[in-house]
């Protein structure tokens, strides 16, 4: 750790010992943030930009003066590194450090603190010094299951990112292991990336991105290429892969507000059919991106008259019945119930989503809810052979469970009653033998007495 006499007493004296011993990290040299390293860290990988980092720090006042200290917290600090979320001395010092490196910083005011410094803690416009220590560092998670992480090699510019629907225009590099299997600058639209053979990871990597972005994307099977593989680029089943991506150009497709309904519904015509399409070449999770869209046009849309109110109707129903079918084929049940509830409340008896919820409540094993479920469909439709066979599968599970709870009670009574048995004999041999105890003391102590007795 650097001590108080480790430091200079002034920021002249410190900015000179620290240039003599450092370098200035900063990108147009103006000694704004120069580095000491006092421990090189593992050689290797750096951090990029948006990696969650990990640190210790200690900050201290070129007088020497410590004003904050994880260690003393003994909690180390974590951020995303190159995202201003701390000071800008930081974002810069930490993209240039290595794994287990420590360093020391000299940061110049409007780089630390600024004119205003920090009330009770650093003075108006005063150089600090930190000592960093870079513990670990990972790729930005860009999904809750971890399956698509992004490392960001070169930061792009503006403010405004691709959606859905977005002409993008890219050039990538896919790499399986240490072999590149793709290679060229390609145009797609947001959400139908899969129609240019580029896997559902960098299609959904690319709402996050910005013009002129170079960065890494670390892609599971699940948004690669899945348990199929890719045998056009000699890529087997449940394959991890890394794109490397570069954002060069994109147009936004117009967000649901630049739309009038006139238009919402034309496009929701085109993007129905396109996510039928994925449906049915088995491309579900594009065809949910598709019909998700949809949704998000006119939810919340009234129409002028019946019958465009009931087109608007329409659209939303079929979209959520098709999301269902699509979490069904996913196995995500509970998605699926929740599209199925979306349609009952607005049709009660819509024979689909009764059919479907009650499908996604059997594989969640909630038997009696899906049995309720099959047998409103019977009374929607008394055709329905489909609903007629899902009851009799529901009432054998029913029975099924109820059979194998009566065995489970009866073996657990027949273990409290063992037990109880047992504890029964152990407590009959303990006042048995603290009868027999009892009873040779009170025979001792009869022939005492009798001894000591006059006869």
């Given amino acids: 750790m650097t001590t108080d006499q480790d430091l200079p007493m002034d920021h002249q004296s410190a900015t000179a010992l620290f240039a003599a011993k450092g370098i200035d990290v900063t990108t147009n040299k103006d000694q704004g943030v120069i580095k000491v390293i006092k421990r090189a860290g593992v050689d290797g990988d750096r951090p990029m930009i948006g990696d969650k980092v990990m640190v210790h720090y200690t900050g201290k006042l070129v007088t020497g003066k410590k004003f904050d200290c994880s260690r ?71 999904t809750g299951d971890g399956g698509i992480v992004r490392r960001i090699k070169v930061k792009g510019e503006g403010y405004t990112n691709p959606n859905d629907g977005s002409i993008v225009n890219v050039h990538l590099e896919g790499r399986c292991g240490d072999r590149l299997f793709d290679c060229r600058d390609v145009s797609f639209i947001v959400g139908q990336a899969e129609d240019k053979s580029i896997p559902l990871g960098v299609d959904r990597a690319m709402d996050k991105m910005q013009k002129g972005e170079c960065c890494l994307l670390y892609l599971k099977p699940k948004y ?41 519904l034309d496009l929701s015509a085109e993007v129905k059919s396109k996510g039928n399409q994925y449906f049915k070449a088995g491309r579900y999770y594009q065809a949910v991106i598709q019909y998700q869209r949809i949704i998000s046009w006119l939810e919340i849309e009234y129409g002028t008259g019946d019958m465009q109110q009931k087109k608007i109707q329409d659209y939303i129903l079929t979209s959520h019945l098709n999301l269902a079918l699509c979490f069904l084929r996913l196995k995500e049940f509970t998605q699926a119930v929740d599209n199925c509830n979306k349609v009952i409340e607005l049709d009660e008896n819509n024979e689909k989503a009764l059919y479907r919820r009650g499908e996604a409540r059997l594989r969640r094993n909630e038997f009696s809810l899906a049995l309720a479920d099959f047998q409103q469909v019977l009374q929607v439709n008394s055709a329905n052979r489909a609903a007629r066979a899902q009851i009799s599968i529901c009432q054998s599970k029913i029975k099924e469970h109820h059979e194998k709870d009566k065995k489970t009670y009866a073996n657990m009574f027949q ?12 407590k009959r041999r303990r006042d048995d033998s603290a009868r027999t105890s009892f009873n040779g003391e009170v025979s001792i102590k009869q022939r005492r007495r009798s001894q000591e007795c006059p006869s």
């Avoid at 060069?248 to 919402?264: G, P």
């Avoid at 273990?415 to 504890?423: I, N, P, Q």
């Fill in 72 to 142: 003393e917290r003994k909690e180390p600090f974590c951020f995303h590194v190159g995202k201003g979320q701390v000071l800008r001395a930081w974002d810069i010092a930490v993209l240039s450090m290595q794994r287990g490196e420590v360093c020391t910083l000299l940061c110049k005011p409007e780089y630390a603190y600024g004119a205003a410094g920090n009330p009770d803690k650093i003075p108006p416009s005063s150089s600090v010094v930190f000592e960093l220590e870079l513990i670990k560092f990972e790729g930005e998670v860009l």
């Fill in 224 to 264: 690669g290429f899945g348990s199929e593989g890719k045998p056009e680029y000699k890529i087997g089943p449940d394959k991890d892969i890394v794109y490397e991506i570069t954002l060069k150009d994109f147009q936004r497709a117009k967000d649901s507000w630049e739309m009038d309904l006139k238009e919402k």
């Fill in 415 to 426: 273990k409290f009653a063992e037990r109880d048995a047992k504890t029964g004999k152990t």
